[in-house]
């Protein structure tokens, strides 16, 4: 046999067919490269969904929860703070009060101040005499007389009937000579003393002098003396014992 012989038993029996590849089959579907990344992409999906409802949405959900929770805290720490500026204000506006308190509680009178009422008039008319001529009027006080020994509440609605049972009024009867300008000044300077002071019942007489006696007496100079009584009215807060006693009273009986 030679070699021209084998060749042409190779093309005799060498008639090749074309042999494609062979894939798996799987329940009658071929998996090929195309359908194998077709289900590689459904099952990604199938994680990416798993992963969501089992992993992210309740970590989502916690998430929200302890924000909640963040925002309830936050609130309520406001609300604490509101409340202690309030709490500060409320403490200032109570120390204003007392003070306010306090300041109006010093315009009125009181015990002390009554017993040296006496000494700062007589001061006033004592100082209205200052660089006198000796013949020229001079100031006098002729009277000064409380009208009852302890002060009385005021229940007679002459001051408003809303002071009715809050005020206690001392009464005290003045009388003083000089002139009208002494008079108009020493008036003036006791309503600038620090008790808080009605005057009532005001009433003004010229005083009728004798004549001078040549040699004897200085002839007057000067405008004519007269004579102005009046009544002082000091009004005391009743004290809170005095006030609790009163409210007491008030109530009807059962």
Known sequence: M???????????????????????VVFGITLTPTVIGILVGVLGLIGA?????????????????????????????????????QIDKVKEDLALSKRQ????????????????????????VESSNAQLPANAVRAE?????????????????SLGTQINGKLKRRTISVELQGTYEQTQSIL????????LLIVK?????????????????LPRVGPAPITTSFQLQALIPLSPEELAAAAKAEKPKK
């Open 2 to 24: 030679t070699l021209s012989e084998d060749l042409n038993i190779v093309e005799q029996d060498g008639d090749l067919e074309a042999v494609s590849p062979a894939y798996p």
């Open 49 to 85: 969904s798993y992963m969501l409802l089992n992993l992210i949405v309740p970590a989502w959900e916690t998430y929200q929860q302890q924000q909640g929770k963040q925002n309830d805290l936050q609130g309520q720490i406001e609300q604490k703070k509101a409340s202690i500026r």
């Open 101 to 124: 308190k306090l300041e109006v509680l010093a315009l009125f009178a009181n015990e002390n101040t009554l017993d040296t009422l006496l000494l700062d008039i007589n001061r006033l």
């Open 141 to 157: 006080l002729k009277k000064f007389v409380p009208a009852v020994d302890k002060a009385e509440v005021i229940n007679d609605g």
């Open 188 to 195: 003036r300077n006791i309503e600038r003393l620090q008790p």
């Open 201 to 217: 019942d005001y009433q003004s007489t010229l005083v009728s002098e004798p004549p001078a006696q040549p040699g004897k007496t």
